[in-house]
């Protein structure tokens, strides 16, 4: 006869974290990935005091719209509004965020996702979905000299740099100082900390050297997320894309924790 | 004795298909994976009929930028601007229409892969890298309301589609109205086809079921790219990206070729 | 005060697995991270009877190719290697076999990781690397059609499958039917294990819906996986490449398994 050497007390966790988080029951099999999710996950990583529920939904939406698994994107999704930590505004100015740090493709599945289950939602309770709000006016200039001139100026601010990039590339003037800085970065509806959690987990995903350098920093410089936070993201990344571009984020971050703290001392 | 049966006609095959399609000499080392992308991926796929080197040089630059191997990369974006196969012009429109479909931190990597390959190839002619291309004046609308109207025209004509999407939800209409089809895909300086080979790419790696759809349909629909070039685009993303997405492309590419073919004739 | 919390056993159990599975020291840090990845990843996964610590490289060894990460990557390479879990023979051959299903580029590096962990190997313990074996004898046929008709039979054979696609398709013909299964696959140096648990983590990581049900269905069907290590495979897998794919490959083991079931109980 097998001994049964199930942690029932840290399973029993895992099941109500579970229930709590993405409001509805666990899965009942006993499969090694499913008893993990409970017995780590849910019963240990979501429950940590590091990062609040809201700040982890942030993460774990752009890391579950990179893994392009359907099922845990629509209950991730579903889970984030129906719990109310995420409001329909937020989700959708999200959606934007996510689509410049992720790419288009991926973005684009998530807006639907987000459409279906907010449908749902809607359907689950017998009410009616109010109308979207609308799109214009926007909040940013429309001549291109003024918008890349407030592109510059945002660029600076948002990364804590003394300068903006090279206006004549098209990367650079036509795509970061014109929209990404010029416009989507400073749209209404989303908080900066929502933006920079939802950007730092992108580019841990994204792998490529500098950005992830430079957003950390800012991130971490800006004060829009603590030290602690910023540490407490790097496991809650690992859990949901993976531990190996969390140990390399994880180092980023003891990196530039060391530079900002260097500077605070200096000033 | 083991007798060594290496097709060596093959085997040189790929390395002059190698030192010709990059530029500089073939590795020496006899590991399963070089001599493999001597004797495949130089010696019988980059040498077929069906997609041209330059076609083959866009679809190769999105695959190896999405990657994050840092040497295939710089190795690939110097071949391509050294080899005269891709104008600087165009790489530097391509770096754009890459970060939209691929995501920002990756395309901002392969920005300064571009730089640094530009100025060592200047380096190695003894020449100077002449200056960049001025940004301003845009060729598309500053008015808000014009490039939303100009974002739903293009996205009809491009996407081969009857109707563009709604405007008042962030990522459709900040994003795909405003910017990627208010402006990006109709900048100058990049043909139609080449930001088909990219797109088609970015999309097949992205794996977001209904945008790999729509843009293989699209590409195949208004002509930019034949029946037979879009075959062949799927072996060589399978090469640079792997097998299983490939072969998802290429069962996407089949029921695409089918509703084109049924709508010619219809018509 | 705070009163640490932290369970030592669990802790040590953590430190002692990871100087066994990785050969060298733990990392001393205290962030949230890293402690996950001692109390949960080393002293509850990599201690888990499902598998064995041979088979759990190649799962990890594919994931961290495909993550990007350097130094997790030099390290699990090196860990592979130094252990002698995985003989350099396999390792080179497991490259081939990667750069197949995870795209040339990221194996390229990966190729060139082997190289430098191999040598440092030899550094450390002050040997000579030993030339590398000459390319094993081709067991394949030179003969284009001869090629084709052998991948036929094995791309039927190693699916578990009654037919092989069609040949009149760049992707299927020159890429899957001549070089994957009529060269790659039959290779000498690698056992058929071992690949296809290279496969299923590279068809787990590249999403494409197809590839990851044919090739959890072949593992299981053949045998060459039981249905108790594939259930294992997902948790390793959830670990190194997240848990929303894991979740998916959860998702198709458990359907893949009930399909070879009721294939054996209807034979």
């Given amino acids: 006869m097998v001994v049964d050497t199930v942690d029932t007390a840290r399973r029993e966790q895992g099941r109500r974290g579970f229930s709590d988080i993405m409001t509805f029951d666990p899965p009942d099999d006993t499969s090694p990935a499913t008893t993990g999710l409970l ?4 019963a240990e990583v979501w429950s940590r005091p590091g990062l609040s529920r809201r700040d982890r939904r942030f993460v774990t939406l752009a890391c579950v719209a990179d893994a392009d698994a359907p099922q845990p994107l ?6 984030a509004l129906n719990s109310g930590d995420v409001s329909i505004v937020e989700m959708r100015e999200a959606v934007l965020h996510f689509a410049v740090y992720a790419g288009w493709p991926k973005a684009s599945r998530l807006n639907g996702v987000v459409d279906a289950q907010w449908a749902r939602i809607h359907a689950e309770r017998g009410t009616e979905a109010p109308p979207p709000e609308p799109l214009l006016p926007l ?6 000299e003024e918008r890349l001139q407030g592109g510059e100026r945002h660029f600076a601010e948002i990364n804590c740099l003394p300068f903006a990039p090279a206006r004549d590339n ?3 003037g036509a795509g970061i100082l014109n929209f990404v800085f010029g416009e989507m970065w400073v749209r209404p509806g989303l908080d900066m900390k929502a933006r920079r959690l939802i950007t730092v987990a992108c580019v841990a995903f994204q792998d490529a050297p500098i ?3 430079s957003h950390v920093y800012a991130a971490l410089k800006s004060g829009d997320v603590s030290f602690d936070e910023m540490d407490e993201l790097a496991l ?18 003891a990196a530039q924790q060391a530079r900002v703290r260097a500077e605070r001392e200096a000033a």
Same sequence: chains 1, 2, 3.
């Fill in 39 to 42: 017995d780590f996950v849910f």
């Fill in 74 to 79: 629509d209950d991730h999704v579903y889970a």
């Fill in 139 to 144: 909040t940013t200039a429309s001549d291109p």
């Fill in 170 to 172: 098209p990367y650079q």
């Fill in 211 to 213: 950005p992830i350098d």
């Fill in 236 to 253: 809650h990344f690992a859990v949901y894309s993976g531990w190996p571009k969390a140990s390399h984020l994880n180092g980023v971050i």
